[in-house]
């Protein structure tokens, strides 16, 4: 499945100290004759290791851009290409965006809308970002069932992780 090639694509990319930082629909190929899917445009793509690497928070289409980098975190790692990739694989089921947003605050916001909004709970760190607020409304999380319906449990499980 596309899925799947795209996961093994990231895990070589990721075990060779790479993250991509720019996953999106438009930077998978695939090879109409067998399928075969190629991750591309590595332009924005950036070696990681020990001490943790301050990057930039210009990173990834809007949206498919992980709440951390959103939130301002200059220090980010593998967790912020498995975002973009979830965020493919709910396009892939909807037929839509998941997160479509406008501008950093309303891809925030659309974020929070379904996933919940943040707090030192569910998120510890999340208030130390340099651009969380704690005015942010606070929404609770939806069902990811609500959210992506055509999904089956197993897929709703996979995304959720």
Not at 70 to 79: D, K, M, V
Request: glycine share 6%.
């Amino acid at each position: 499945t596309f899925l799947y090639q795209i996961l093994r694509g990231i895990a070589y990319c990721h075990s060779h100290r790479v993250l991509h930082r720019d996953l999106k629909p438009q930077n998978l190929l695939i090879d109409p004759r067998t399928n075969a899917l190629k991750l591309a445009d590595f332009g924005l793509a950036r070696a990681f290791g020990i001490p943790v690497r301050t990057f930039t928070h210009e990173v990834v289409t809007l949206w498919y851009r992980a709440p951390e980098i959103l939130l301002g975190s200059r220090h980010y790692s593998t967790p912020v290409d498995v975002w973009s990739v979830g965020c493919i694989f709910a396009e892939m089921v909807n037929q839509r965006p998941l997160f479509p947003g406008d501008s950093e605050i309303d891809e925030l916001f659309k974020i929070f809308r379904i996933l919940g909004t943040p707090n030192e709970d569910t998120w510890p760190g999340v208030t130390s970002l340099p651009d969380f607020k704690s005015a942010f409304p606070k929404w609770p999380a939806k069902n990811l069932a609500t959210v992506v319906p055509n999904l089956e449990s197993a897929g709703i499980d996979l995304l959720s992780v």
